[in-house]
Nanobody, 127 residues
Framework: QVQLVESGGGLVQAGGSLRLSCAASGVTFSRYTMGWFRQAPGKEREFVAAISWSSDTTHYADSVKDRFTISRDKAKNAVYLQMNSLKPEDTAVYYC????????????????????WGQGTQVTVPS
């Protein structure tokens, strides 16, 4: 079974940077999607970024494009989210998720299509 573990969250001042990591295990499919989602209290889980494991194709939400970068390390079976120019509105619990299909053939921006999830890591950007 696929297991995902996020790390790297914390408190950072506005304008600062943070890098989140997601370690994956038990992944047996070769062309899957890894995604990052976030959820603030009282709000729906929101798409942040996604990457196709095989092609390295990336996708970003408009709210984070040009500030966040998703990347993968095949040797370590890990995915990362580099977050720069952080804003208070970025405050949320960030989740790593996996989908057994590539971004070309799955709804990577829809949280409900992902069967595998990590436990989440808190990111706080005070005003």
């Amino acid at each position: 079974q696929v297991q995902l573990v996020e790390s790297g969250g914390g408190l950072v001042q506005a304008g600062g940077s943070l890098r989140l990591s997601c370690a994956a295990s038990g992944v047996t499919f070769s062309r899957y999607t890894m995604g990052w989602f976030r959820q603030a209290p009282g709000k729906e889980r929101e798409f942040v970024a996604a990457i196709s494991w095989s092609s390295d194709t990336t996708h970003y939400a408009d709210s984070v494009k040009d500030r966040f970068t998703i990347s993968r390390d095949k040797a370590k079976n890990a995915v990362y989210l580099q977050m720069n120019s952080l804003k208070p509105e970025d405050t949320a619990v960030y989740y790593c998720a996996a989908h057994p299909l590539s971004t070309a053939v799955c709804g990577y921006h829809n949280y409900y299509e992902y069967p595998y999830w990590g436990q989440g890591t808190q990111v706080t950007v005070p005003s």
